[in-house]
């Protein structure tokens, strides 16, 4: 079946500082992939849409400069929160579509702590 | 605007039980129901999804309930075990499952 992974899967660093997060179609192109973000004993949101070789596009309210969303290749998107302060503490998790008419599948998310 | 609006926000369910988590939805455009299953730590892996060309669908214990008419559609679980317990989503799309919106999720506790 179709894999979608993150890595890493949680990470601490400090406030200020910059954090990468990768996801990967493991089996399948996706020219598309979605990155959320999902509080504690909250619902998933989305950021973002990431389209292999053009600009994210990012959902109202979310800091396209914070955010920053690359997606080079049509294996791996990547989520770089820059400048990362405590209230960017979250779960984010991106998902991507194996193919037409395929459900979307998740990664298994990134645990960020920010201190 | 929260466009689908998932009920209760948690359930305790008996061993054997059925657990019932029902959702609503605003937008006509919708044409796409999956639900997902998320345990703690992970992300949401899908469990069953419908289209509103059904009223219903089952897989295994599980069954989706659709009503066109009053946008709603629900979640079944028959002869709950306790390895269900997880938090619920339901979401809608209008497009197979791309920009999916999500519910606001359901906790579910089945008790041994």
């Known amino acids: 079946g179709a894999v979608v992974s993150q890595h890493p899967s949680w990470v601490i660093c400090k406030s200020g500082t910059s954090v990468k997060i990768e996801c990967r179609s493991l089996d399948f192109q996706a020219t598309t992939m979605f990155w959320y973000r999902q509080f504690p004993k909250q619902s998933l949101m989305l950021m973002a849409t990431s389209n292999e070789g053009s600009k994210a596009t990012y959902e109202q309210g979310v800091e396209k400069d914070k955010f920053l969303i690359n997606h080079a290749s049509l294996t791996l998107s990547t989520l770089t929160v820059t400048s990362a302060h405590p209230e960017d503490s979250s779960f984010y998790i991106c998902s991507a579509i194996p193919g037409k008419n395929s459900p979307l599948h998740f990664g298994n998310g990134t645990r960020l702590t920010v201190t | 605007q929260q466009q689908v609006k998932q009920s209760p926000q948690s359930l305790i369910v008996q061993k054997g039980g059925i657990s019932i988590i029902n959702c609503a939805y605003e937008n006509t455009a919708f044409d796409y129901f999956p639900w997902y299953q998320q345990f703690p730590g992970k992300g949401p892996a899908l469990l069953i999804a419908?289209?509103?060309?059904?009223s219903e669908k089952k897989e295994g214990r599980f069954t989706i309930s659709f009503n066109k008419s009053a946008k709603q559609f629900s979640l079944h679980i028959m002869d709950s075990q306790p390895g269900d317990s997880a938090t619920y989503f339901c979401a809608a799309s209008g497009n197979a499952g791309n920009m999916l919106t999500f519910g606001g999720g359901t906790r579910l506790m089945v008790k041994p």
């Open positions: 419908i289209r509103p060309d059904v």
